[in-house]
């Protein structure tokens, strides 16, 4: 069982892991994560959906703790997860808005563009993809990014080795004065969504963010993931992932996510030192 | 009347010194000779009268199988407990018994009440380390000819692990669908090791497998698969999801980094063995001093796993000691307090005070009074006094109750109650034919024994509703 099928490096950091869970590709909608467990004294780690082949579910796993760094070197194709469960937290219900932009800065972000890409081109959208990157050695192999589905692809790098120079921020704003953008997708980097939620506090379009936040459960059941929302209390696994950018109390988002900062240390350390 | 023994066994109780870095079991219970000393105690009152049996929501007949523990057969006192009850070793450890059985027992008008629960854990434990429980049920399920329908379970708790051992002692194919990676509900992660040891539970649920049950992990109805396709599936569908959701303090800082709703501090724990952390991958953090805002079961197990933890442990609760035991099993209280559990009583928190970084600090509250007045649980009703204290804390756990998790509203269109509770008839059924509820999601909060009952009543009733929709009743 969730076999992995698949296993490509993306860039230095970041991979493309595939894994047989057919019971989560049935009725995966975009805007809806799974939970993996990779082994039974594992962590259970929610990641986004990149890829549905058939009954094979592909995520892009950035090499940053415990988990991820242990999943890219111990699991080849053929080895199993102990568990993968989805799909989570509500699809986001999309409409025609007309010009819609996705945006992403990091592997989750990444990731969700390719399956709300597709949906939002079916529905008749126009859509603008903006993926940024420190530089260009971090651009993903083409087939990896929502460049075949988009009607607009951009390219950023920080550093201006590939594409646009800057951040999807600010390539967001050249557009914002340009063109009449209904709707914007964005996720990735925590920091920068907010910076997104204020850099569109006055906008008259739809601004939706991926809030990525620590979970346990992902059902509700435990309150882990839980985000000030508009004021009260929202659930990111059940109520979310995907809210109104400008709704998120985006301090306690971030401060919610260095919760386990110190631990996780000793627990990547001493794996890295067997 | 003069014969009956008024004090009652004690069982053996892991010492204190022990108790503090380890989360084993803390009661190990009677050997045989005191369980045959204890179950001598009993006056075997007539079973149409017994009081003990009719306080149990599972209707254990227990004045039946306490004789057969005096005579020495405990494989017949086995079978007469598995005539009511399938987890014997569960609910001998977990149930309130001072609520149900053992309240109601003759001999408390004299002396202590008889320990049912202990006799009964006995019992069951004797069964399963000698191989007798599965004989019992291979026995059991083998009087049924041939399959009489097919059933989805949705939830591996009490309750739904009760509907399924029983749907299949009466015959049907049962497909039990569980969210989590791992069965067992609250017993799995809410209950801590110390009061239930994994071992046990594993087992417990092994024996439902060995069955024929298949439980399907990681499936969450409502998003994996719909409701409305297991009803095209199965002949009926019973929903035992629980009352999964933690109520959260609507007060300032509750925000704050190490304020923990005690849902996520047992399931760190208990079902991902942070306290085994980095052998095991789940971090908890907590600092010196947690402080546990609740009175109930929740609460008495957050505070001893805390301490179990290395931090000091203080339940903050807005009443007294006296209505805490109506709320959290007497065992748990008391073990509690000897284990050095801090308890300050008639404070309601107000404020969680955080550190520059956001981290918790301590929490401010209110200090509270009884009037004299009783609320409709029979607990007195408490007026704040406008005055207030503040007590240092660097980890809190709110342990103030739960509601139904509504993961499954959200797909399925049923009717629910206002406060999330499913709503079902008489029968159990809800507003969809062929749909069943029990535990938690339509009692709210309650406990294991009655999510059991509700399993076993369940099945009951989807056995009549299958036969007559097949025509064959
Ligand atoms: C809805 C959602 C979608 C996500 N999608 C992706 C994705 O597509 N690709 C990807 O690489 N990552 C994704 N993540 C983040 C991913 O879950 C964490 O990076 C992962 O848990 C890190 O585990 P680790 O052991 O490798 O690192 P750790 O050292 O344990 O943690 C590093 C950081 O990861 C985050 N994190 C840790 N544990 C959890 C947890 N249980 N739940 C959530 N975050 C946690 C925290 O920010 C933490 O500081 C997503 C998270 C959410 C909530
Ligand atoms: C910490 C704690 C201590 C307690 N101590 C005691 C005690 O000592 N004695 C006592 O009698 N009672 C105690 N209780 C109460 C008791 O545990 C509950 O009343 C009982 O577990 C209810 O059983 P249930 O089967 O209805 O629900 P649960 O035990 O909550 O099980 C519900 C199951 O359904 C699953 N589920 C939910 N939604 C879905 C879905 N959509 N799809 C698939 N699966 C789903 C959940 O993951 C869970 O596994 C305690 C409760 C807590 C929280
Ligand atoms: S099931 Fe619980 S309430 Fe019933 S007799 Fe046994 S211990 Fe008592
Ligand atoms: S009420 Fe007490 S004395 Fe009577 S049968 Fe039950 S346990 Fe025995
Ligand atoms: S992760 Fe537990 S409630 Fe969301």
Redesign the pocket.
Known sequence: MFRVTMKEDLNEQ?YYLEVEAPHVSRHWRPGQ?VIIVTHERG??????V?TINGGRVG???????????ELYRDFKVGSSLYAVAGPL?RPLKLESYGTVVLASDA??GH??QLGLAQELAKLGNKVISIQTFKTEKEVYPEKYLAKKYVDEHFITTLDGTAGYKGHYIDLLRELLARREVKAVFAGGVLANLKKLAEATAGLNARVYA???????DGTGMCG??RVRYNGVIAY??RD??WFDARLVDWDDVLRR?????KV??I??DKYLAR | MSRVVKKRFTPKVLPVSERLRSFGEVVLGYDYETSVREASRCLRCPLWFAPCSKACPLRVKVPAFLEYIVKGDLEAAARKVYEDNLFPSITGRVCPQEWFCEGSCVVSKIGESVSVGLLERYVGDYARENGLDEKILAEMVSKNSGVKGRVAVVGSGPAGLSAAGWLRLRGYEVVVYEALHRPGGVLAYGIPEFRLPRSVLDHEIKKVENLGVEIRLNHVVGKTVLLSELLSEYDAVFIGSGAGTPKLLNIPGVDLNNVYTANEFLTRVNLMRAHLFPEW???ISVGKTTLIIGGGNTAMDAARVALRLGSKPVVVYRRDREDMLKTARRDEVLHAEEEGVEFRYYLQPVEFLGDENGFVKAVRFEVMEPLNELDERGKKKIVGTGRYVEIPADTVVIAIGLEPNRLLMEESGLRFNEDGTIAVDDHLMMSLPGVFAGGDAIRGESTVVEAMADGKRAAEEIDLYVRRKKGLA
């Not at chain 1, 962590?43 to 986004?48: A, Q, T």
């Open positions: 970041d994560f962590e259970r780690v929610p990641m986004s990149a995520m892009f796993i950035k090499k940053l703790g415990k988990t991820s760094v937290g592997v989750c990731a969700e991926l809030v990525r936040t620590i979970m346990v882990s993931c990111a696994c979310g992932p996510d260095a919760r386990f900062k996780e240390k627990a990547l | 991958d789940t971090p």
